[in-house]
């Protein structure tokens, strides 16, 4: 594959749409890096969870903002799975991350506008290098305005709510296909209607619903997509 040039990849979208798949998928297709942004809006939220930071839906700003340059996110590489495994101060919690009760508390914490703030500064250091296909919500709006791709995607909610149960249970998870529907909705409503970065499609953005695609037909119509818009940028 000749691929000379180093692009950022800003992929947005509703919860639960296949961006993850279709980011990794992609990173690895173009051997660049590949970061999950909600991961460490996820991992802040556990951070949160562990220390007692919740309680009846309150979180304890002023404690959380005390503490915040204390949490260390970072990404490894498992070779095993071929995949990037999100740590919190040195500890694995890739499945940690994605419960429930994350799920559940995730939207308030990526409101407040210090977390924000703390995780857009590390994730445009992690693109410095450019070659980055980034996951989000605000990555083409917010982290990278200039991003070489804007992808914003999309998916029927009931495919999302499936997909994800899916996903879960596979893992061994005990949850209800309803409690993941709801979530969702929640979420959606959640992430474009808050006040800082909400989810929006950049102008520049391409939309991509992905309700019938499978994950090899979604990789194939973003590659498309970057070939059209890419000159000497062959795949
Ligand atoms: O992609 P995800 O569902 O794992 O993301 C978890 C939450 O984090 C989601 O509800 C919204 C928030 N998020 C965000 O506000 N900005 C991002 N760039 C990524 C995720």
Redesign the pocket.
Known sequence: MNNSKKLIIAI?GF??CG??TVAKDLAKKLNYIYI???????AITLFCLNNNLIKENNIDESKLKSLINKIKISFKYNTKTGEAETFLNGNNVEDEI?NVEV?EN??PI?KIKFV?KN?VKQ?QNLGKNKAIVM?????GTT?FPKADIKIFMTADVDVRAERRYKELTQKGLNVSLEEIKENIKK?DH??QN?EI?P?RKADDAIILDNSYLTPSEQLSWILDKIEQKTLNFKL
């Not at 999950?36 to 996820?42: F, L, N, V």
């Not at 996951?135 to 990555?139: K, L, N, Y």
């Open positions: 947005d919860s639960s961006k993850s999950d942004s909600g991961a460490m809006y996820r994605r799920s995730v939207s990526s924000r995780l994730q996951d989000g919500r605000d990555i982290v979420r959640l992430d808050r970065s989810l």
